[in-house]
């Protein structure tokens, strides 16, 4: 066995070779990428969709019960002054968009008996008209990220005493 045979065999690979196989890499890495940044830009969208919607809901689940079981309800300065009676007590709840927790978002407050809650986030806008007597339109828009969603419902009041609705 000669000498010149065994390293005759092993050639090894050119640069040509590396390079060639660097940049097929590289492409298929940059398709690869772009699937996984796109996936990620949809997720975030469906989320932030889904935030906006829960937060509608939920806002105008609540505030739709509460005109509804409502003996009286004024909208004055920005805020839904709901009262209703049960059967020991008559309260009055407030319903106003307030920055309380300083996250830089408008949340839905409820305030009952003195004590403020959140009721849902990222709300920009909440307004209130009597459309008729006892018919009330509730009117929300909220925003997350850059998605915008609005909501709107009639709402009837069911315990209103007819004409002690200023």
């Known amino acids: 066995m000669k000498m010149s045979n ?12 590396i390079i060639l196989s660097l940049v097929i890499l590289g492409i298929i890495a940059g398709i690869v990428l772009q699937f996984f940044v ?21 806002a105008g689940e609540v505030l739709t019960s509460a005109v509804n ?14 009262t209703y009676k049960t059967v020991q007590n008559k309260y009055t709840d407030y319903y106003y968009l307030a920055d309380k927790d300083f996250d830089g978002k408008l949340d839905l407050y409820r305030e009952h008996l003195g004590v403020p809650n959140p009721i849902a986030s990222a709300l920009i806008n909440f307004d209130c008209r009597e459309v008729s007597p006892g018919l009330w339109a509730i009117k929300l828009e909220a925003c ?20 002690q609705n200023p």
């Open 6 to 17: 065994i390293f005759s065999v092993d050639k090894g690979l050119t640069l040509l070779e």
């Open 69 to 82: 079981v409502s003996e009286r309800v004024v909208w004055q300065n920005n805020t839904l002054i709901v």
């Open 38 to 58: 796109s996936q990620y830009r949809l997720v975030q969208n469906v989320a932030a969709s889904s935030e906006i919607n829960y937060s509608l809901l939920r």
């Open 144 to 163: 997350y990220g850059k998605q915008n969603a609005e909501w709107e419902r009639y709402v009837r009041q069911k315990c209103q005493r007819w004409g």
